[in-house]
């Protein structure tokens, strides 16, 4: 394979890549009492050694008293901001770039069967799958409040020295609950029947993110279709629904925009060869990340079941980047069980690249 179009540096907003790889965001329950280890900060340093272009970390949650699911995965405020300063000064030390991923999970289910809410969900209707109420809507009060936890959230994110950050808003959480008819059955300024209505809380959340980080810092959003609730569920139907959700979030203040899919080959509309990231570029005209099964044969959902993966070639990747569908490429898996896997594809190591095992999953490696 030539590798070269993936070690190509890349800039955005006076912030340079050193290559079109970023470690994708993977939920990593390492974090007792929401608060980052220094094994944490090991294994980011890790990565950061190991060339990758830039970090995005875990999902790492505002400061709302559900916006998490799990009592062991971080949260972004508090006593938990020191930790994260040292994540960062690690990364930094070993000459990595990396960003935060901000989240909060509304009404998604909790971990394990003995999980309670830490506090009043947040939802936009209560809903957690289509028909299944659970909840109480949540107020304008929750939603300025839980506006202004993002903001500072950003804020946090500048202080501390992150280099980009990145809000979650994909794969059936909060804010992709809002975008979701499914779960979002508001008549307020909240909800409607087009996704340009329920866009509307992604969109002040971009702005207040876009707030408190400053003009200057790169800001990413990741979006998907797809939802752990159900896999088949979209958003946009067609281009142009496209275009009504993804610019007004553009406008907001969103630079990038990280596409997930669940195979980074498939594309996303009928009659075209353009996957998700390539229709958000051409939509945008923002770079974008696309990411999804990316150099193993077998795509991720099935990772959760305990299914392994063997390494994948590379050539349909460096194809779709050769004609600039997308700009970055995000590698999950991979990286979960190699933090040298992008260091072994520059060198042409193929012969070194590891398998995907499930126990990966539940190492800091």
Known sequence: M??????????IKGLTLPNRIVMAPMTRSFSPGGIPTKDVAAYYRRRAEGQV???????????????????????FHGEALPAWKTVVDEVHAAGGLIAPQIWHVGAARGIGPDWTPLGKVDSPSGLVAPGKQKYEPMTEEDIADTIAAFGKAGRAARELGFDAAEIHSAHGYLIDQFYWPGLNTRTDR????????????????????REGLGPDIPLIIRLSQWKQQDYGARIAETPDEMADWLLPLSDAGVDVFHCSQRRFWEPEFEGSDLNFAGWAKKITGKPTISVGSVGLDGEFIAAFGGAGSQPASLDGLIARMERDEFDLIAVGRALLSDPNWVVKVRDGRHDELAAFDRRHMAELT
């Open 53 to 75: 272009g830039l970090i995005v970390t875990e999902g790492t949650v505002v400061d709302r008293p559900a916006a998490r699911n799990d009592a062991n995965v971080p949260v």
């Open 190 to 209: 909240w909800g409607g029947p087009t996704i340009a209505e329920r866009a509307r809380f992604g969109v002040e959340v971009v702005k207040a993110v």
């Open 2 to 11: 030539n590798v070269e179009t993936l070690f190509r540096p890349f800039t």
